[in-house]
Each structure stands twice: as structure tokens, then as C-alpha cells.
T-cell receptor, first 114, second 111 residues
């Protein structure tokens, strides 16, 4: 089956630094990738949608300058949390699809900003 | 966007069938119903999806009512490893293929 690899699985960073999270589709071409954020005991909240070679589309209330998304190839998307602060601590999850033919999720990244 | 309504939680006994309901009364004709589950601190796992016919795979069965306003996910023989949050999702009708998650149902399988 389709596999999405997300790295790192856990990261701790200092307040004010930037963190990059990678999401790779291993055995299919991901025309569209999604980034979600999940706080404890809450559901997944869609942050943004990215199509290969295009600028990401952000959901309302998500700061595009803070959460930089790059989808430069059909197998790789990255999310960079810039100038991270403790309130950015969360579980970040990516998902990938090939034109809506199935959706595969990464295993998530636990970000802790100290 | 069609919204879904699920019970917040349910318990079931190990070895018994678990029937998870979902209401999606505003679903449009070409919107699919997807089911995913999330085990603690992991990414969501695909279970099954359907449009209007009932579907079955190695994990579960999906029963969609004739009017498509509700569906039921059936786990035929629940195990302790099926304890998870189960999400019923109607795929947003657009060209951007978004999947938006609701609150889901926390299913606890008890021995």
C-alpha cells in the first residue's frame, strides 16, 4: 500500500528557532499534500493544502509566514515552523494524495518548543 | 461542505461486533464517505470509503443508507488493538481534495 514517511517523529527546539518537518511519499506521486495540527485531546485541524509546484493554500487563521510550506516535487513536502514559540508545540501530521485517489497519512511529528 | 455527526464515545466488548454510526444529512450526490481511525499519538489510518453502495474490506464493512444521510462502520470482531478514535469524513466537494476531520468517536474495546 501507499506509504508516507514523515520526519522527524519528535523534535524539541528552543523558542525563537525554526524547525523543518519533512513529508515524503515513498511509492506514489503525491500531487497534493496536506498539513494538519493536532492539540491534545482534539481532532486534526487542517492547516494548509499544497500542490506540487504551486504556492500552498492556507486555512483561515493559519499564518502563512509562520508556517512555510514547500512542495517542490511530487514526493516531498516540507513544513517549516519559523520563530517557534511554546504555543506552537503540537502534533503535526502530513497527508498525501494522488489526485484524490486515496489519502495516506504520515506518522506525525511531536514538536515541543521550550 | 457536508458535516458529520458522531457519538463522542462508545465501548464494546472484545470479540463482538462494533457498530459506529455517522450522520451526514447534508451530503451531496458525488461526495464520498471516508472512515479513518487514529490510535494514540499516531497518524490516521485508512479504514474504508464508499459512495452509495455498501463496502467491505479486510478491516471493516461500511453500510450507507439508501438516502445517503447516514452510514455505519462495522468492525466485525473487535480486538483490544481496535481501541482508537474513529473519524467519519465526507470529502469536501472541490478540486483541492481536502479531508476535514470532525471530533470523531472514541472507541474503547474492553476485554
Amino acid at each position: 500500500g501507499a506509504v508516507v514517511s514523515q520526519h522527524p517523529s519528535r523534535v524539541i527546539c528552543k523558542s525563537g528557532t525554526s524547525v523543518k518537518i519533512e513529508c515524503r511519499s515513498l511509492d506514489f506521486q503525491a500531487t497534493t499534500m496536506f498539513w494538519y495540527r493536532q492539540f491534545p485531546k482534539q481532532s486534526l485541524m487542517l492547516m494548509a493544502t499544497s500542490n506540487e509546484g504551486s504556492k500552498a493554500t492556507y486555512e483561515q487563521g493559519v499564518e502563512k509566514d509562520k508556517f512555510l510550506i514547500n512542495h517542490a516535487s511530487l514526493t516531498l513536502s516540507t513544513l517549516t515552523v519559523t520563530s517557534a514559540h511554546p504555543e506552537d508545540s503540537s502534533f503535526y501530521i502530513c497527508s498525501a494524495t494522488d489526485q484524490g485517489r486515496g489519502y495516506t497519512f504520515g506518522s506525525g511529528t511531536r514538536l515541543t518548543v521550550v | 461542505d457536508a458535516k458529520t455527526t458522531q457519538p463522542p464515545s462508545m465501548d464494546c466488548a472484545e470479540g463482538r461486533a462494533a457498530n459506529l454510526p455517522c450522520n451526514h444529512s447534508t451530503i451531496s450526490g458525488n461526495e464520498y464517505v471516508y472512515w479513518y481511525r487514529q490510535i494514540h499519538s499516531q497518524g490516521p489510518q485508512y479504514i474504508i470509503h464508499g459512495l452509495k453502495n455498501n463496502e467491505t474490506n479486510e478491516m471493516a464493512s461500511l453500510i450507507i443508507t439508501e438516502d445517503r444521510k447516514s452510514s455505519t462502520l462495522i468492525l466485525p470482531h473487535a480486538t483490544l488493538r481496535d481501541t482508537a478514535v474513529y473519524y467519519c469524513i465526507v470529502r469536501v466537494r472541490s478540486n483541492d481534495y481536502k479531508l476535514s476531520f470532525g471530533a470523531g468517536t472514541t472507541v474503547t474495546v474492553r476485554a
